[in-house]
């Protein structure tokens, strides 16, 4: 007789239609990047944990916090395919309509204090985001913002940084409308920032 699985890990669904981020990302992008890549990693992760029901329960933060943990011979399948998971469940709560919000003074305060300006916040996020294949984060360490990226699905939440705002860089990510210019990519992307969410993520750091 088959086994029963019972699907640990589930794709969330998006919070807009795919076509929400148009013009500043394709309906087809958003389609194929939800629908086929980051439901492989959800697929690929209950894989990894099907015999490792202690792993299989634990929600996808507990897992990242936890990697070091998880055993050696599913760590790697875990590590790429938990942060796949993590990374592109942050990621589609990040972005909204153009226009839709703005970050509040108190937000931008806090971007003040730690990089000088929001000017500067760009441009450091921006060569984060153009220098690695992966992602770019700002994250909240110790009572400060900082930049940063990492490479593959890796996540800076494994250091115990908190995710406040990240962009996937990977090809995937931008290639049918961007091609190569992903310096574009990553400037648009401004505009369709969830600065709401990043504001609640700020306030729970
Ligand atoms: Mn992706």
Redesign the pocket.
């Known amino acids: 007789m088959k086994k029963e699985f019972i699907m640990a890990f589930v794709l969330p669904d998006l919070l807009y239609a795919f076509d929400a981020l148009e013009p500043i990302i394709d309906a087809k992008t958003m389609e194929i990047?939800h629908g086929r890549?980051?439901a492989a990693y959800v697929a690929n992760l209950n894989k990894a944990v099907e015999n490792y029901p202690e792993w299989a329960e634990k929600s996808i933060e507990d897992v990242i916090i936890h990697l070091n943990e998880v055993p050696e011979a599913i760590r790697t399948a875990v590590r790429n395919n938990g942060g796949?998971h993590y990374n592109?469940s942050l990621?589609w709560k990040m972005m909204a309509p153009v226009g839709q919000t703005k970050p509040s003074a108190f937000l931008l305060a806090k971007i003040d204090e730690s990089f000088g300006s929001f000017d500067e916040f760009k441009k450091q996020f921006a060569a984060a985001a153009t220098s690695r294949f992966g992602w770019a984060w700002l994250v909240a360490d110790g009572g400060k913002l900082d930049v940063l990226s990492t490479a593959n699905q890796d996540c800076p939440l494994e250091d115990g940084k908190k995710p406040i705002l990240c962009l996937?860089v990977?090809e995937?990510?931008y290639y049918l409308k961007y091609q190569n210019r992903r310096a574009d990519y990553v400037d648009n992307f401004f505009h369709v920032i969830n600065w709401n969410f990043v504001e609640e993520l700020l306030s729970k750091a």
Do not use: Q, R
């Open positions: 990047h890549h980051h796949g592109h990621f996937d990977w995937h990510a």
